[in-house]
């Protein structure tokens, strides 16, 4: 129902409108399941349905400007379907960001396989330093995007190191924790090969990736940078994987340098630390587990 929208939500999403579509009506509002973060689903109007997320603006401070920033990076080389965003910005106490709105249709014969293809298309846009020029989140958790010269800089000064940091502050790990870490950090320099910097989605696993109206890969809820492009096969592997024809045809068009399977695991722990930070306890075991190996 569109009374579920805020109404100063439904306000400025009419007022962009107009600018395009005069005399425009919103008509209804429903909305799409799995979203624990934002309110969000199908806004209908008379200039065509829309996709809709909200929530407080001062509880995540710049969330959807950081989205649209994202998206816009990832729309930028062509290579991947990603959803277009109309507009993002604040009304009252809430911010919001209007998008195109993803038609679903049957999968593709092809579909892991363009995904390999085109995600190996993503990577190769790359950049002078690791990080980007603004900060972001991972789920609802801020994310550092300050840039480093070195991916090992970057991978532990902005994303172990804070959300260690997090979960020291909220007592979700003791200090020997934070030792086991400043003991690994160190061999890191030898165990993680030098690339360029890649152009990553950042959050890619199977709740981040639809089917798009020609029932081909499509990319949202992003958290963007330019990082090492193995930390995104890291990610689609962690709960559960994509389809092997994915990473073969990813593969076969931009091979991942020797050794991968043996370092796999340092990959996770950033998501891994970001689990443990948002949801709890459970994760520590897997954690404890990969330090122990590199130990």
């Not at 919001?96 to 085109?118: D, N, Q, S, T």
């Not at 340098?257 to 930070?277: F, S």
């Amino acid at each position: 129902m569109l009374s579920e929208v805020p109404s100063e939500v439904q306000q400025a999403v009419s007022a962009f409108l107009q600018t395009t579509t005069p005399s425009v009506v919103l008509k209804d509002f429903s909305f799409v399941s799995g979203g624990c973060i934002n309110s969000a689903g199908r806004l209908k109007t008379t200039a065509g349905d829309f996709f809709l997320k909200w929530n407080l603006a001062d509880k995540y401070p710049r969330m959807f400007e950081s989205e649209r920033k994202g998206l816009q990076h990832l729309r930028q080389p062509s290579v991947i379907d990603i959803p277009e965003v109309f507009t993002a910005g604040q009304a009252g106490t809430f911010q919001f960001i209007l998008m195109e709105l993803i038609a679903k249709a049957p999968v593709a014969k092809r579909y892991w396989e363009m995904l390999g293809e085109r995600l190996a298309q993503l990577h190769r846009v790359t950049a002078a330093r690791f990080g980007l020029d603004h900060d972001n989140y991972i789920g609802s958790l801020p994310q550092s995007n300050a840039q480093h010269d070195t991916w090992i800089e970057f991978f532990i000064h902005e994303r172990l190191a804070p959300q260690l940091q997090l979960a020291c502050n909220t007592r979700r790990i003791d200090p020997p924790w934070l030792r086991a870490f400043e003991n690994l950090y160190p061999k890191l320099r030898s165990m993680l090969p030098d690339e360029k910097p890649a152009l990553l989605h950042g959050d890619l696993w199977s709740g981040n990736l639809m089917v798009n109206e020609k029932g081909e890969p499509c990319l949202v809820d992003p958290a963007v940078y330019f990082g090492h492009r193995e930390m995104e096969w890291a990610m689609t592997k962690l709960f559960g994987g994509f389809y092997e024809v994915f990473y073969s045809s990813y593969h076969l068009a931009y091979p991942l340098q020797p050794g991968y399977d043996d370092r796999e695991d340092l990959y996770t722990l950033y998501p891994l630390l970001v689990h443990l930070n948002l949801f709890g306890a459970s994760y520590k075991l897997s954690l404890d587990s990969i330090l122990r190996k590199y130990s």
